[in-house]
């Protein structure tokens, strides 16, 4: 009986270490569980966040999924004190085993299986803990758990054979989830204390090793206290192996709990127009009509896409190429790094310059309007009006679109006027306050908005960018998306034209009110100042002066039929622009990005560039996978370049931009354009120098939203210092390497014209802007 009892033993044992052993022979060869190809394990993180390049070298933003933003880091660049808090925490006996650690494991069934002691440790290792990770799924009930743990024993011995012990290390800081989007040891780094991972010191190296325990327990910025006993305790774990004394321990764990927190959001920090911008661009799919329409966007849009599918390899960039494995590139796991054109200094003197300007002059300026307009920040239109329309924007349009009934659609509408506690923005922090969705809406309306677009002419790159002034508010890029009336900065197209058809700066026209026969219907063009009326005046002069008489005269002199054509050939390609003798005066909608393109063709005899927002792709094993080139047209030839040029200098040395001198002291070789629509609604102004073009508009979210006042309205006062400002600084930089004393490309000695044209005006003096009057019917001849 007694050997029946031993031989029944001996048998048990023998057959749970073979069925041990078959089972984890089956897992290895991916019979049981999930068993990663050995590709994947020479390649574990495949999935990480792209990182985006300034053209000076700077990190200026990271793209993701709300879990995967992780930013690789090398073991070289990890603070020792962070690896050795891990070690001394997690996995003591880390260098002295191969995956599993048999006397953790032994000790974990013993005293937390068998004798209950939940604070006896665990027995996963930092390998195991790297398989669970990178492997397993989250477990539904313990069971699934306990089936899962041997699956991981086997990767865990598998990574060990394929990796070193300061790559497992890096791996696993590299992929554990520090919350609040902090995915990796390098954003975590930088969202929690604003520091590279070499940068950490000892306490804040254990705190966020202490969150490897439980992230969400022990949070640092929800539990403070819990998370400062965590990182003490990693402290005394350091202590324990020898990794630190105990001076330093007493030193260390008297000090209060010090964060630099901020979350890792692609809506903030430099640059947040352009990135999301650039992000949308290369993950644009090939545009389809019906889905257009389906999203409610326009024709123009649809359009102008399809063009850019077309004709720029950066548009749709991830749904044109494939990676080796046939796959297209994913923006958000591939772990690209996109090095873009962007100078981080000159988008941050951008910015700055439209925030001083916008935030700090204009919108307190326009915000004593509440005094005079009873329908603030409407201007002409009643409360009844806005009201419709905002409903009807908000509310109706969409409930329709999804089938609601009319009584529905009417419920909706009343709790869209009911008021209730809400946060709402301002410049200088959100706010809580008590208003319905309805004034809500009126509210955010009446912050004036701005686009900012600065590119070199020689080769297109975009140095700055901005669509706006908080992207997490407003997030409508008013710098490539908004399409506004770009009023009389149009008219040097328009001049160029008559360049091309053999006139030049010199030649005269009548400066008289004319009228003129469009579409069977007289048109008479108005005009904000009656100087010199009467006379014959030089072209120069008229665009000096931005007169809408001589635009009218050279309109009906050309073919507007062939300015839509060049207005094409500047890359302005509106669809729905169509030939009219009001095409002069500039009632056609255009972005800021494309105004600023068509300009470059000025500076560089002729040739219009395309903005560059890219000059290459690299992939995460540092290979170039993509190149790109600046992509160009000739537009006028080089002679008609240099007159707009020298008539371009005459609007700032003498004409409606002359305060670029006399107030903001620039002297640098430049020209401009200023530009103001009816009702001082859009407010442009366009500036060229040697090396630089930029544009830049201000504006309300809608036409009737503007100043009353042409001296607050006009372009020279809403947009021009932008200009100013951010060229003041641009400057100022020596180490940009722009300078004042720059002349522009033009051979020595070219003379546009031999006549002395008599200009009235002198430096220092300036006419006010001249506001392009169209009426409502000769604007829809254009949209015709």
Avoid at 63 to 79: G, H
Avoid at 422 to 449: A, N, P, Q
Avoid at 520 to 536: A, C, F, L, Q
Wanted: charged share 25%; hydrophobic share 35%; net charge neutral.
């Amino acid at each position: 009986m007694k050997k029946i009892f031993v031989y029944s033993l001996w048998s048990i044992l023998v057959i749970s270490i073979l069925t041990v052993a078959i089972s984890f022979w089956a897992i290895a060869n991916g019979m049981i569980g999930y068993m990663p190809p050995i590709e994947d394990l020479h390649n574990p993180i495949s999935r990480f966040a792209t990182q985006v390049y300034s053209s000076d070298g700077k990190l200026i933003g990271t793209w993701s999924r709300s879990k995967e933003n992780r930013v690789m880091v090398d073991y070289s660049k990890l603070s020792p004190t962070l690896v050795q808090a891990l070690v001394a925490t997690e996995d003591a006996r880390f260098y002295d085993h191969s995956g599993i650690d048999f006397y953790a494991l032994m000790r974990a069934i013993v005293k937390r299986g068998i004798l209950g002691q939940k604070s006896a440790g665990g027995g996963s290792t930092i390998t195991q803990q790297l398989a669970k990770q990178l492997y397993s799924d989250v477990a539904s009930s313990t069971m699934e758990r306990l089936l899962q743990k041997p699956i991981e024993w086997v990767i865990a011995v598998q990574l060990e054979r394929t990796y070193t012990k300061d790559e497992i290390i890096t791996l696993y800081l590299n992929y554990f989830d520090f919350l609040h989007n902090a995915v990796g040891i390098k954003t975590a780094a930088n969202t929690y204390f604003s520091k590279e991972p070499s940068e950490l010191t000892i306490n804040e190296c254990a705190t966020l090793v202490g969150l490897c325990k439980n992230p969400s327990y022990f949070n640092p910025v929800r539990f403070p206290e819990r998370s400062k006993s965590r990182r003490n305790v990693v402290l005394g774990q350091m202590y324990k192996e020898g990794y630190i004394t105990k001076e330093v321990f007493d030193s260390c764990a008297n000090e209060p709990l010090e964060l630099h927190f901020r979350v890792n959001d692609h809506k903030e920090g430099l640059a947040t127009y352009f990135r999301e911008f650039l992000r949308s661009y290369m993950t644009a799919k090939k545009p389809d009509h019906k889905a257009y329409t389906r999203r409610g966007r326009s024709y123009v849009e649809f359009f102008i896409d399809s063009l850019a599918w077309e004709e720029d390899p950066l548009y749709g960039w991830c749904n044109k190429n494939k990676k080796r494995d046939g796959e297209y590139y994913n923006l958000y796991t591939d772990g690209l790094k996109v090095y873009t054109t962007i100078d981080s200094r000159m988008q941050r003197y951008a910015e700055q310059a439209c925030y001083d300007h916008v935030v700090k002059y204009l919108q307190p300026a326009f915000n004593q309007g509440k005094q005079s307009k009873p329908n603030f920040p409407y201007s002409e239109l009643t409360k009844e009006k806005v009201d419709d329309m905002i409903l009807s924007s908000h509310v109706t349009y969409q409930m329709k679109r999804d089938g609601a009934s009319e009584e529905e659609i009417e419920e909706a509408k009343r709790r869209f006027c009911t008021k209730k506690e809400m946060t709402v923005f301002t410049y200088h922090g959100d706010i809580d306050t008590i208003m319905s969705s309805l004034d809500s809406v009126r509210y955010m309306k009446s912050f004036l908005r701005t686009g900012f677009f600065s590119m070199c002419p020689q080769n297109g790159q975009v140095k700055a960018y901005v669509g706006g002034l908080d992207l997490l508010h407003f997030n409508y890029d008013m710098a490539t998306h908004g399409r506004r009336q770009v009023g009389s900065t149009i008219k040097p197209f328009l001049y160029s034209l008559a360049m091309e058809d053999g006139m030049t700066p010199c030649d005269e026209a009548p400066n008289v009110q004319q009228t003129y026969i469009v579409a069977g219907k007289p048109w008479t063009p108005r005009n904000g100042s009656r100087k010199r009326y009467g006379e014959m005046v030089t072209l120069k002069w008229g665009l000096q002066q931005s007169n809408n008489w001589i635009s009218a005269y050279l309109m009906s002199r050309l073919n507007p039929q062939a300015f839509v054509t060049l207005l094409n050939a500047y890359g302005i390609r509106n669809p729905e622009i169509h030939p009219s003798m009001a095409l002069c005066l500039g009632p056609c909608d255009i972005t800021v990005s494309e105004m600023v393109s068509a300009y470059t063709a000025f500076v560089n005899h002729g040739i219009r560039m395309a903005p560059l927002y890219v000059t290459r792709i690299v992939d995460n094993e540092g290979n170039e996978v993509a190149k790109f080139e600046p992509r160009m047209n000739e537009v006028i030839s080089e002679n008609s370049a240099h007159k707009m040029l020298y008539m371009l200098r005459a609007v700032v040395d003498g004409g409606t931009a002359g305060r670029l001198r006399f107030r903001y002291n620039l002297k640098a070789q430049m020209g401009g354009k200023t530009g103001t629509t009816n009702n001082n609604s859009d407010a442009w102004f366009m500036g060229v120098t040697p090396r630089l073009v930029t544009g830049c508009w201000v504006g309300g979210d809608d036409r009737d939203i503007h100043f009353n006042s042409m001296t607050m309205g006009q372009g020279a006062t809403m947009s021009l210092p932008i200009f100013a400002y951010y060229m003041q600084k641009v400057y100022a930089d020596e180490q940009l390497g722009y300078s004042q004393d720059e002349k522009f490309d033009i051979p020595e000695g070219f003379d546009p014209c031999a006549i002395n044209d008599n200009m009235e005006l002198i430096d220092g003096e300036e006419e006010d802007e001249i506001i392009d009057e169209i009426p409502d019917e000769q604007q829809e001849k254009i949209y015709q």
